[in-house]
């Protein structure tokens, strides 16, 4: 506070008011001077004013019946403290297989297990495929590796290159592709016209 | 600021006798009579609470949802409760850090999001102008009452959220709740003498950014007096 304020010859300022409203302090500038203390009783209005407002403003967002579902909400809350959460069964079949504990589900597994388990012991100890098939191919075999035999032509010497490609060019063609062949250009031609 | 007054001296009584009475209920595994007896404390300081919230969340949904958690959380805790706090003061610290932690929750994820620019407009207005018309008929003010009324309302709570966090918590506090700077302190966890401080650069500033209100707050005293006379 200035010195001139203290004598009486200035008025207070609001930093002063606030000052004053804050510590609750009484000013003697204040007892002297009506002006001021009119501007204090404004500024003490105001502050009030601005305070209901504030409280009105939530007043008017926190309505009765909110507090009553609000009280409630609290009461429920609290009730559900003492109680561990409960908890919803889920429906049995499925749970059953998500779980794996289902019987039908444990038993085909099992099995399963199982059969492979001794399909392999046995494929182990028994060479049952080889068995088999000396059993049955061994009259038969004999029979028709004669015939074929006699169809398949004499294995000759293994021919030079030329004479293989002359071999693949002169095989017989499908009848179907035989247009597009005639279309198109090929080697042997261009190995026949350099040879000549 | 309000000091502690009989009245509050024995309301203060009063919640550390239930506070006390729920405490030993709930020793004794007594559970539905205990909450019977801290629903008397719910009902008690229950809009005060909600005051408070919504002066920090400025948001009536999160407000009756900070309150609900900070009394599920106090009858929790009531076992750490110390009787030579009161009761108020230690639901109070309670309920504020709650509304710390929404508000930092909130500003983490608005982090993220497109700003909402409208979303506080429709806070403060859309909802309190969408039933104007049933509170004028209650509140029995005309609708240009009513209206002048809540536009002051906002402009209030516009100057005060350009205040620092904690000049707007001890106005709050001391000014709309009527604490005084050793409650305050208490609540707050800041010294008594910063809260005085904080207090005053808080009115300081409201001041500045209420100018126009001033003028209407003396106007208003004059005619009283002029009534008077």
New interface residues.
């Given amino acids: 506070m200035s010195l001139l304020e203290r004598l009486g010859q200035g008025h207070l300022s ?2 002063t008011f ?2 004053l ?4 302090a009484a000013d003697p500038h204040l007892e002297i001077c009506a002006t001021c203390r ?2 204090f ?3 003490s ?3 009030g ?3 209901d ?10 309505t009765p019946d ?2 009553a579902a ?2 409630a ?3 429920r ?3 559900t ?2 109680r561990p959460a409960r908890v919803i069964v889920f429906p049995k079949a499925a749970r059953a297989v998500i779980s794996g504990h289902s019987h039908v589900r444990r038993w085909v597994t099992v099995a399963a297990a199982a059969s492979l388990i001794a399909g392999f012991g046995l494929g182990q100890v028994v060479p049952l495929r080889t068995a088999l098939r000396k059993q049955q191919a061994a009259p038969l075999t004999k029979q028709i590796t004669v015939e074929r035999a006699k169809e398949i032509p004499p294995a000759s010497t293994p021919l030079n290159d030329e004479e293989l490609l002359s071999n693949a060019f002169a095989r017989s063609h499908v009848s179907t592709l035989s247009a597009l062949d005639d279309m198109t250009p090929h080697a042997r031609d261009t190995v026949l016209r350099r040879r000549k | 600021m309000a000091g502690s007054s009989p009245a509050l001296v024995a309301a203060r009584e009063a919640d550390a006798v239930a506070a006390s009475a729920v405490k030993a209920l709930q020793a004794a595994g007594e559970q539905a009579e205990a909450r019977d007896r801290y629903a008397e404390l719910v009902a008690r300081h229950q809009r005060r609470a909600g005051r408070i919230a919504y002066h920090y969340v400025r948001d009536a949904a999160e407000a009756d949802e900070a309150v609900q958690d900070a009394f599920v959380k106090a009858y929790q805790h009531l076992a750490t409760f110390r009787e030579e706090l009161p009761f108020d003061v230690w639901f109070t610290r309670i309920l504020i850090n709650g509304c710390l932690d929404r508000i930092k929750a909130r500003t983490r994820r608005e982090r993220w999001l497109v700003p909402m620019s409208a979303r506080g407009a429709a806070g403060d207005g859309t909802t309190a102008e969408r039933d104007v018309t049933e509170r004028v008929a209650a509140g029995g003010l005309s609708p240009e009452q009513t209206l002048l009324g809540r536009e002051r309302r906002r402009e209030i709570a516009a100057a005060l959220s350009r205040l620092p966090e904690r000049q707007r918590s001890v106005f709050v506090l001391s000014h709309v709740e009527g604490r005084t700077s050793k409650e305050v302190s208490a609540l707050t966890g800041l010294n008594e003498s910063t809260v005085r401080v904080h207090l005053f650069r808080a009115i300081r500033k409201l001041r500045a950014l209420l100018a126009h209100d001033i003028a209407g707050a003396q106007g208003e005293l004059k005619g009283r007096r002029r009534v008077t006379s």
């Fill in positions: 609001d930093a606030a000052r409203w804050t510590d609750g009119e501007r009783a404004a500024f209005l105001w502050l004013g601005v305070g407002a504030m409280r009105d403003e939530a007043d008017e967002a926190l909110r507090l609000q009280q909400q609290i009461a809350r609290l009730e403290l003492d």
